[in-house]
C-alpha cells in the first residue's frame, strides 16, 4: 500500500488561510469517507483534527475543516495562528481492510 | 478520559524478538478496534497493525506482515505487539492507538505516548 501524497510544506502568514492536499487512489480515499487529518508537534503523539472527512472533534477548532473530491482529500486551517504551526498527516481507510497515512506536510507560520 | 499506555520498548539486535504492551483505560476498551502505528526517527507515519474489538480480524501492513503480530486481552485492557525477526527498518517510535467507531477498524481517534524500539547491533 503506496503512502497518500501530500505537499512537504505549506506556509502561510498568521490570520491566512491555507490549504493542505491529501491525495490517493480509488482504493482508499475515493472509495470510503474514512478519511482523517492529524496534527503532530514536536516530540508529541499525533492528534485528530477531522474525521469522515469533514467531523471535528470536540475541543477542535473551527478553524479547521475538511472536506473531498474524488481521490483527494483537503485540510483548510483558516485564519492561521502561530500554534498552528506543526506537522499534517492524513489517513484513509482502504479496500484492503487497512489504514494508509499521508506523506505529512510541515506548515510553517511566518 | 482515554489513556493508552506503551511499554516493552527498548534496544534489541537485528533478528530479535520482543513484544510491546499497551494499556487502556477511560473507554470500554473490547468493543473498539485497536492499532499499531509507528514513526521512524524524523520520518512520517506507518500504519502497522489493527486487531478488532473481539480479535477475530486482525490485518497487517506489507512490511511487517508473518513477522509481527498484534494481540489483545479484553480482560486485561491491554493490547500486545509480537515482534519477531527485528530488522534495522523498524527502528521507530511505535504508538498504540485506538480506533473512533465502536465495533469497527476504520480511523483512529486517541493515540498512546509511544514507545521507542531500537533495532541496532
Known amino acids: 500500500q503506496s503512502a497518500l501524497t501530500q505537499p512537504a510544506s505549506v506556509s502561510g502568514s498568521p490570520g491566512q488561510s491555507i490549504t493542505i492536499s491529501c491525495t490517493g487512489t480509488s482504493s482508499d480515499v475515493g472509495g470510503y469517507n474514512y478519511v482523517s487529518w492529524y496534527q503532530q508537534h514536536p516530540g508529541e503523539a499525533p492528534k485528530l483534527m477531522i474525521y469522515d472527512v469533514s467531523n471535528r472533534p470536540s475541543g477542535v477548532s473551527n478553524r479547521f475543516s475538511g472536506s473531498k473530491s474524488a481521490n483527494t482529500a483537503s485540510l483548510t486551517i483558516s485564519g492561521l495562528q502561530a500554534e498552528d504551526e506543526a506537522d499534517y498527516y492524513c489517513?484513509?481507510?482502504?479496500?484492503?481492510?487497512?489504514?494508509?497515512f499521508g506523506t505529512g506536510t510541515q506548515v510553517t507560520v511566518l | 478520559q482515554v489513556q493508552l499506555v506503551e511499554s516493552g520498548g527498548g534496544v534489541v539486535q537485528p533478528g530479535r524478538s520482543l513484544r510491546l504492551s499497551c494499556a487502556a483505560s477511560?473507554?470500554?476498551?473490547?468493543?473498539?478496534?485497536m492499532h499499531w502505528v509507528r514513526q521512524a526517527p524524523g520520518k512520517g507515519l506507518e500504519w502497522v497493525a489493527v486487531i478488532s474489538y473481539d480479535g477475530g480480524n486482525k490485518y497487517y501492513a506489507d512490511s511487517v506482515k508473518g513477522r509481527f503480530t498484534i494481540s489483545r486481552d479484553n480482560s486485561k485492557n491491554t493490547l500486545y505487539l509480537q515482534m519477531n525477526s527485528l530488522r534495522t527498518e523498524d527502528t521507530a517510535v511505535y504508538y498504540c492507538a485506538k480506533d473512533w467507531k465502536v465495533g469497527a477498524n476504520v480511523e483512529i481517534d486517541y493515540w498512546g505516548q509511544g514507545t521507542l524500539v531500537t533495532v541496532s547491533s
Open positions: 489517513s484513509s481507510y482502504t479496500t484492503s481492510n487497512t489504514l494508509v
Open positions: 477511560g473507554f470500554t476498551f473490547s468493543t473498539y478496534g
